[in-house]
């Protein structure tokens, strides 16, 4: 059948891949599965509860919850009657939420929680009277989204159909507001045909295998939405993690094949791997840094040679098996997108027969543009892969990544400035990300337009390489590189704690205090060590000169990181000034 919008993948999944678990969530201690034709005749009542409830062609409905199936329901029940769905993250701040449901008009809601729907109900009067709320869990004096179901269930006309057969591959699907890093969030306008065509030619080059998959990251960021719609076309069963922290436990109950993630997690799941090997005596000690230093040289495609294989069958079985294990045991592929992802990273869990896939991609561009796949010759270390078919890559005089294609957006919600900005006369969308292609085929990010700065004496600073570097060290869990207009470069610091204070114990050093220990001069000339060693390689104009551990944790909540787990620069380096000043003002008394 003719996949043109993505509800079609509907009765493609049911046509071709019938099961038991479609889908499945856990909840009370166990696994609630939905199978194929009961997840259709559910997404089916949503969308006839909504007529009844007057939603119509082109109206918004908004969904703020974490990954569950009651998203997939609704979103799919939104689309199949022309509505456009608009997803909110649950982390939001109040003043995103009311510019959204404000500029956006949402008309209708669903919410997941007690702590969400309080937070739409407190600004509700002042924004949006007349929004309609829904809730997933039962909460007192809500209206429950079962009420939804029940209307559809009782009024099953008119046929669905006819107004399937009125959507085009060209009407809007959905419309994501951006993070707002940067001032105001835009709503990014992607169509059904923008997102077919990515999850069309991206289902190409998945491993074919894969059956089951394990997904937790928000689908209300475009990355794992367009992932989930992809697993209903390959027909791989989605089971949702209970949250992000059960996301070992989740591992070892669904065993997946597959998940997606970004850097962050996987570094951090390395970290934890290779501070367990450290605890190790002995000769289980030596196999376990023997099969880690040949992971970190591994090539793709037997290019090490026969004596390398052999040696690298070996530490599969004696150490990489046990990496294996501790990702549920059957894991054959994990998609990374969202951030730069450590070129050694991908060496070392490829050598343990973990494929990485690595990705880039833009909300804009629906949202993969290129990606490193398993067939021969489909993947290189240190790029994002070879562009998807269909898609056309142009790089800039200054080095800017520009793209073409059917992926790319149809441009931002009643910004007509910010849209002929974006996207010039010619359709080329510019990313803001400077990169270049590598034997013409591969495409390497080398840093973000925007975030490459000069330093006093005039030379250019790629920050993101460096701090790409930096986070090589087991000790340093976030790193921004900053010195702009300044004599050198600096840096802000946050430690990976756990590490720390392992560290710290070995030393003896006794502390009650994140703010105690970042000021513990043995710790600081820890780092100092730390800074020089990864400043080998780098031009002496590029190279760190000096730093400030920072005692916070940022994250999500406290407004560092975006929702993918990117760090908000400007946040940061408002909210550090002092330290910043402080930094530069130590130079100059000295000088």
Known sequence: MSITRVFDLLQYNLEKFPKADMLAHK?????????????????????????????????????????????????????????????????????????????????????????????????????????????????????????????????????????????????????????????????????????????????????????????????????????????????????????????VADMQDVKPHCFTTVPRLLEKVYDRIVAKGAELTGAKKAIFYWALDLGLKYELDGANGFWYELKLKIARKLVFSKWREALGGEIIAIVSGGAALQPRLARVFWAAEIKILEGYGLTETSPVITVNFPMQGGTKFGTVGPILKGVTIKIAEDGEIMVKGPNVMKGYYKREDATSEAIDADGYFHTGDIGELVDNTYLRITDRKKEIFKTAGGKYIAPQTLENKFKESPLIEQIIVIGENERFPAALILPAFDALKDWCAKKGITFTTNQEIIKNQQVVEKYKREIERYNVGFGHWEQVKKFELIADEWSINTGEMTPKLSLKRKVILKKYDKLVQKIYQSVQAHA
């Open 27 to 247: 909840a009370e201690g166990g696994w609630t599965k939905y199978a194929s034709q009961q997840v259709i005749d559910t997404i089916n009542q949503v969308s006839y509860g909504l007529l009844q409830l007057g939603i119509k062609k082109d109206d918004k409905v908004a969904i703020m919850s974490p990954n569950r199936p009651e998203w997939n329901f609704c979103d799919f029940g939104i689309m199949q009657i022309g509505a456009t769905q608009v997803p909110m993250y649950p982390t939001l701040s109040d003043a995103d939420i009311e510019f959204i449901l404000k500029d956006a008009e949402v008309k209708m809601i669903f919410v997941s929680d007690k702590e969400i729907y309080g937070k739409i109900i407190a600004i509700k009067d002042k924004v949006a009277p007349q929004l309609i709320i829904y809730t997933y869990e039962k909460v007192n004096g809500a209206k429950h989204w079962s009420e939804v179901l029940q209307l559809g269930s009782e009024h099953q006309e008119p046929d669905l159909q006819q107004y399937r057969d009125k959507i085009q591959p060209d009407d809007l699907l959905t419309l994501i507001y951006t993070s707002g890093t940067t001032g105001t969030p835009k709503g990014v306008m992607l169509t059904h045909g923008n997102l077919v065509s990515n999850v069309l030619e991206s289902s190409k080059l998945y491993p074919q295998e894969i059956k089951r998959a394990l997904s937790f990251l928000p689908m209300s960021h475009i990355f794992e939405r367009m992932v989930i719609y992809m697993y209903v076309y390959l027909g791989i069963s989605i089971y949702y993690a209970q949250s992000m922290d059960t996301i």
